[in-house]
Nanobody, 111 residues
Framework: QVPLVESGGGLVQPGWSLRLSCAAS????????MEWYRQAPGKQRELVAT???????NYADSVKGRFTISRDNAKNTVYLQMTSLKPEDTAVYYC?????WGQGTQVTVSS
């Protein structure tokens, strides 16, 4: 288990940006694939972005070109930079490392 703590969510208007952070405990963080998921009300949790230990990233089609996942292994932290936010991006965002999940952070996009 890798304890994970997300932060950075909030209420923003369409078109604005937010950066989510996920802090992990443990020196072996750098070895693992890290993922961001989101779950909107009434919908299944979906994979948003993945980053490998080497920094290679993949994205869901719905966020490609707008979201950027990155990691700072020295700080045991993974980030999700979200730009051009849309109302349909409203969800609770979770980070995941192997079998560990964070508690989630709410992102609401509304005018």
């Amino acid at each position: 288990q890798v304890p994970l703590v997300e932060s950075g969510g909030g209420l923003v208007q369409p078109g604005w940006s937010l950066r989510l952070s996920c802090a992990a405990s443990g020196s072996i963080f750098r070895l693992f694939v890290m993922e961001w998921y989101r779950q909107a009300p009434g919908k299944q949790r979906e994979l948003v972005a993945t980053i490998t230990s080497g920094g290679s990233a993949n994205y869901a089609d719905s966020v490609k070109g707008r979201f950027t996942i990155s990691r700072d292994n020295a700080k045991n932290t993974v980030y999700l930079q979200m730009t051009s936010l849309k109302p349909e991006d409203t969800a609770v965002y979770y980070c995941r490392c192997r079998s560990s999940w964070g508690q989630g952070t709410q992102v609401t996009v509304s005018s």
